[in-house]
């Protein structure tokens, strides 16, 4: 795993990750609008001004260790702080 700068195409993939308004709520608070849009979301974190990164793992889904031929990086999470 790592850590590096999130980037625009991380919050793309993010908002796809909730399909209703409390699951935004519950993980992002009561600033967060819904339904998500990338151009909206950057607005409730104050994407311009915080320094927001993604946990990245690495390894393979599917493969217990990481250990896979061709290896995809699958994104954890997006946190945001300033």
Request: aromatic share 8%; proline share 9%; with cysteine.
């Given at each position: ?10 919050l ?15 993980w992002?608070g009561?600033?967060?609008?819904f ?8 607005i409730d974190?104050e994407?311009?001004?915080?320094q927001?990164y993604a946990l990245?793992?690495?390894?393979c889904?599917?493969?217990p260790h ?10 954890i ?6």
């Amino acid at each position: 795993m790592k850590i590096r700068p999130a980037n625009e195409q991380d919050l793309a993939e993010l908002s796809g990750w909730f399909l209703t308004e409390s699951e935004v709520k519950n993980w992002g608070g009561p600033s967060i609008h819904f339904p998500l849009s990338l151009e909206q979301l950057k607005i409730d974190i104050e994407w311009d001004v915080a320094q927001s990164y993604a946990l990245v793992a690495t390894g393979c889904r599917g493969s217990p260790h990481g250990k896979s031929p061709n290896p995809i990086p699958d994104q954890i999470g997006v946190e945001v702080g300033s």
